[in-house]
């Protein structure tokens, strides 16, 4: 039985469903809420009423103020330092940063390109929420939630994440005939409108190049209600935050020329063309990286040869770096894959098995030592020929090293002639 493979088949699974899981949570806090505004409104304290009353030490009611995004200039300034030291590490997380520094800066357009009430719903300042990774399958998302007794709508605007692939499901032929779905159109832009039979209802937008645009209501009696709430939202608007007109023209140069040319985007306020320029020097730094790697790893283990004409190193969406190297013995019965991915997707499962002794036993895998790193081994029940998977993660990478009709012994003494510590080193 192929116990982990499933668990990480699992895993991408439920990335991909995460439209429907951010839904679920947003109902799940919504319903928090209103139980928090009904006991206020009962006079009941949710705390317990056994707890010892809390210290009077702290007693400030100042409340303090959001942290301010990552500073872009910096970061470009310290990302073409560090490539002139060839520290490309350093390069790439300064990059990361520029890159989120940017998305939070369009976040923080579109959060006020938004209307402040909507259907007679006022929108609550403590909710609104920009979320970026700088790079990676969560993109960028931006939210505010209007509220006014029972009533509440929330906005969601998806760009270059999970939520953007959800809209352009929605523009393709997905919308069912049924009494609870449909295709509209709205601004120009072609959606679909969900009533879950209750009083809540979901409508979704794909809009501009990569985006979606998610109105959810509750509380609404009809669809004409929803649809009026939906003409407050501007998605030009958006779609002119999310999207240059002009081009950069940075086809075909070095990770230098394109931090250099995403300086000066930024200096003109062209916030997607710096962007753009960031995300192709990142790809730059990464090739790098991956170049790198590849010449760590040895030539042979033991009697299987590196196919090197088969080495590949990429970077690519929310894989991040991916590096690929094959051995194979000489008649092709043994072989080795080495896999690492930063900023993998599979990395929560890993880590969570290594983090719970009591459930890698409950799955029949063990704990070893790879250069002094823990990484989860798996021996495939039943596999043939012999299939073994050794997987170790450091920080947001994972190194996966996949064994077929190798024995246990030369397994184990192969893991340990890669150079793991290196690695982690060079991509932190």
Sequence with gaps: MKKVPQFLAMCVVMLFLVPSTTHAQLGTLKRRLEKKIVDKMLGEDESDTNAPAESSENTSTTK?????????????SNALTALEASQYANARYDIKEATRGVELEIGYQILEAMPTQ????????????????????????????????????????????????????????????DDNQKSVTVQGNRGTL?????????????????????????????????????????LSTFEALLMDKTSNATANQDANRYLKTA???????????????????????????????????????????????????????????????????????????????????????????????????????KVIKVDGYKGMY?????????????????????????FTKVSETNANTYAQQIPVGDIFALIK
């Design 118 to 177: 909507v259907s007679g719903l006022a929108y609550e300042a403590d909710e609104d929420g920009v979320v970026s990774t700088g790079i990676g399958f969560v993109g960028l998302v931006i939210s505010r939630t209007y509220q006014k007794g029972s009533r509440q709508i929330t906005a969601t605007v998806g760009n270059n994440s999970a939520l953007g692939a959800y809209g352009m499901m929605l523009s393709g032929n997905y919308a069912t005939n």
């Design 194 to 234: 969900f009533f879950d039979g209750g009083n809540e209802y979901r409508l979704g937008i794909p809009f501009a190049q990569s985006s979606a645009f998610v109105l959810e209501c509750d509380g609404f009696g009809d669809e004409a209600e929803v649809m009026a709430a939906m003409e407050a939202f501007q």
């Design 378 to 402: 798996e021996k495939e029940e039943g596999s043939d020929p012999l299939a073994i998977n050794i997987s170790i993660p450091s920080n947001q990478t994972l190194l996966t090293l996949n």
């Design 64 to 76: 303090g103020k959001k942290l301010t995004p990552p500073s872009v200039t910096d970061n470009l």
């Design 263 to 365: 300086q000066t985007e930024y200096n003109g306020k062209k916030l997607d063309n710096t962007r753009v320029a960031l995300q192709q020097a990142l790809a730059e730094v990464d090739k790098i990286i991956g170049q790198q790697i590849l010449e760590m790893l040895p030539a042979a283990l033991g009697d299987l040869q590196a196919v090197t004409t088969q080495d590949s190193h990429t970077s690519a969406g929310f894989t991040g770096i991916y590096i690929q190297r094959i051995y194979e013995s000489a008649d092709k019965s043994e072989r080795i894959e080495v896999n690492l991915m930063n900023d993998s997707p599979l990395l929560a499962g890993v880590t969570t098995f290594l983090a719970s002794p009591l459930i890698a036993v409950a799955a029949g895998n």
